[in-house]
């Protein structure tokens, strides 16, 4: 494929979206629905093959991954064994835009926090690693949570105290990148915002909102009586939220759907912009049926401010006037032929 937009058309249930989550898959090793590996596989199979060639200005890369149902998947890059998960991060970048994006505005906390995390990952991947020990040291800390069963002896306070410093450090670190990401996403957001709604006299706002004031070490050790009740952790940067707002008003529970799914598609483009501005490269767009959840208006939007390079779009109903790709595939009956 080259640069310009190229459709997938077929009919639902044909598997344009399982074209898209491979490509998304091998930018990522993720599900850009936030399934498991192994609802990726076809039903009835053990396993599921990825192969991708990626050609970039001064070199190829041939990226290639097994994703098993029981075990652990395997990633080659250019024939060579996968040492590390974030050593593939950006031998593909990719910006995908879907109809659950709606949910960025519309749902909960986690699903904002998962868009800056993946948009820190795709800036750099030491973000990755981050990301990583602050899981590793929650999923820890919450067992141990839930076998004090309420109360903590000596050795389980002790070891508690461990986890803690770990999730101060690290938890302080992402929260740190988080907010300095929002930052910069601020603007980028409401230009996107003001192109896709043909206005320039509204108000479009996000704001990072922490779970804690001060030191984080400081709020788990005010926090720990209450963990410790509970078996769980409540404050981090697991609970953290973005707060958006349209015209002084929260977006998720004021929001028009219009406006919502508006607001979606800016928090997409502005990602992608600061990605392809930090990395010199275009991550390639995939547009998983966008445009059947718009209005004639907001998709011809869309199309017009489209960044320039590889994208790739799919539809169950035709082609969006206007798209104009320089090539089209078929999807049917398993089989993928050129229009």
Avoid at 256 to 277: F, I, N, P, Y
Wanted: proline content about 4%; charged content about 25%.
């Amino acid at each position: 494929m080259g640069d310009g937009i190229t459709g997938i058309v077929g009919a639902n249930g044909q598997g344009k979206t399982n074209l898209l989550e491979a490509m998304g898959w091998l930018a990522t090793m993720r599900s850009f629905r936030g399934v498991p590996a192994e609802a990726l596989v076809r039903h009835g199979c053990d396993q599921a093959v990825i192969r991708a060639e990626v050609c970039w200005p001064d070199r190829e890369v041939l990226i290639e991954a097994e994703l098993a149902t029981r075990g652990r998947n395997r990633v080659q890059i250019n024939r060579q064994r996968l040492a590390r998960s974030r050593d593939l991060l950006g031998g593909l970048r990719v910006s995908v835009f879907s109809p659950d994006d709606l949910g960025l505005v519309k749902g909960g906390p986690a699903k904002r926090r998962r868009y800056l995390d993946e948009t820190l990952v795709a800036l750099h991947p030491r973000h990755d690693a981050v990301q990583r020990e602050v899981d590793r040291v929650l999923a820890q800390r919450n067992a141990l949570l839930r076998q004090a069963g309420g109360r903590l002896d000596p050795s389980a306070a002790f070891t508690l105290d461990v986890w803690d410093a770990k999730l101060a450090a690290a938890g302080e670190t992402l929260a740190a990148a988080r907010r300095h990401l929002v930052e910069r996403l601020v603007p980028e957001v409401r230009l996107a915002y003001v192109q896709l709604a043909g206005m320039d006299d509204i108000e479009v706002t996000a704001i990072y909102q922490s779970s804690w004031d001060g030191p984080l070490a400081d709020a788990l050790a005010e926090a720990r009586v209450d963990d410790v009740r509970r078996g769980v952790t409540l404050v981090g940067p697991h609970r953290d939220e973005l707060e958006l707002g349209i015209g002084g008003l929260p977006a998720r529970t004021h929001g028009s759907q219009g406006e919502q799914r508006g607001l979606a598609l800016a928090l997409r483009l502005a990602a992608h912009r600061l990605v392809t501005a930090a990395v010199e490269t275009t991550p390639v767009l995939l547009l998983d049926d966008v445009f059947s959840e718009l209005d004639p208006d907001r998709s011809e939007a869309l199309l017009a401010h489209l960044p320039a390079g590889q994208a790739v779009l799919t539809s169950a109903s035709g082609l969006p006037r206007g798209a104009a790709p320089e090539r089209v595939f078929v999807i049917e009956d398993g089989k993928i032929r050129e229009w």
